[in-house]
């Protein structure tokens, strides 16, 4: 059992020194336009990562909790976004944190809208880069560089394949499963990277569990498909219909790995926009080395 309670999951405190590259580089790549403002942070936060993830040594990951920040209630305190009410200096600082605790050259973050857009982050996209552009994933080869998903309930969906050296991190609630965002970047990675989607390792962060994933309009909103996934007379598993997407669009179920973390169970923790309304979001963020 990790010191926050899950018994699956690493949890890590990193120490960073104040000397060093990773101190000189902290301004650099962070998610704000005015990003060359950025405070230099000296301190880390603590993050949570996926085991079978871990054993890859040219991977870098975590999932950021809601703790180690500079916000104030009722985005206390390591919120990652600028879009729901915080301030800018007090996200610009938090995004410090996490780049300054991944040890990231930068940070990319997008502006999601629940859609189908996919950033495939390349040379060109580093140097023209905005945090306003929509997409709801990211993909890239390109080492140093930490692509962030922004979360309070939904799901932030890690991909890797471990033979091209290719990373991607997606964007998923449940308007992602219904239009199969997964399975589109699935498809992308192998088409622009030459990806074996049988290679390819998946791992499902903290998000809405089937406790608390309930759906009063489902039949209006969901395709009748989606009631395989049904626990009871309005709750869906949104983590088995995750998984069994990424199963159909080519990935072993024997690699894929699901925190089995409700963030609205988990408030203490991370921030819920069901459980909370107003409220922050936490970031997780997925890196090559």
Not at 244 to 251: C, E
């Amino acid at each position: 059992m990790n010191l926050y309670g899950f018994p699956w999951w690493r949890s890590h405190t990193v120490q960073v020194s104040k000397k060093g590259c990773a101190a000189k580089d902290i301004t650099a790549g962070t998610l704000m336009r005015d990003s060359h403002h950025l405070p230099k942070i000296q301190r880390s936060a603590p993050y949570l990562q996926h085991p079978d993830l871990s054993q890859y040594y040219q991977l870098k990951h975590g999932t950021f909790t809601r703790h180690g920040g500079t916000s104030s209630p009722p985005y206390d305190s390591l919120n990652t976004s600028d879009a729901v009410g915080d301030s800018e200096s007090n996200v610009a600082a938090n995004l410090g944190i996490i780049k300054h605790s991944m040890g990231a050259k930068q940070i990319l973050s997008t502006r999601q809208t629940h859609g189908t857009e996919v950033l495939m982050v390349d040379s060109d996209t580093l140097e023209t880069f905005d945090a306003l552009q929509q997409a709801d994933a990211m993909i890239t080869n390109i080492c140093g560089v930490g692509l962030m998903i922004k979360q309070a309930d939904c799901q932030a969906v890690i991909l890797f394949d471990p033979h091209q050296n290719v990373i991607a991190n997606v964007h998923c609630g449940w308007r992602g499963n219904v239009k199969n965002i997964l399975g589109q970047v699935v498809q992308m990675m192998e088409h622009h990277f030459d990806c074996e989607s049988a290679d390819l390792v998946a791992a499902i962060g903290p998000s809405l569990g089937p406790c608390c994933a309930e759906f009063i309009t489902h039949k209006d909103i969901f395709p009748p498909s989606f009631r395989d996934f049904r626990i009871s007379e309005t709750h869906f598993d949104l983590w088995r219909l995750s998984s069994h997407q990424l199963v159909t669009a080519g990935i072993n179920p024997h690699n894929i790995t699901v925190s089995e973390i409700c963030t609205r169970c988990h408030t203490d923790r991370f921030f819920s926009y069901r459980g909370e309304g107003v409220t922050g979001r936490f970031g997780t963020v997925v890196m090559l080395k």
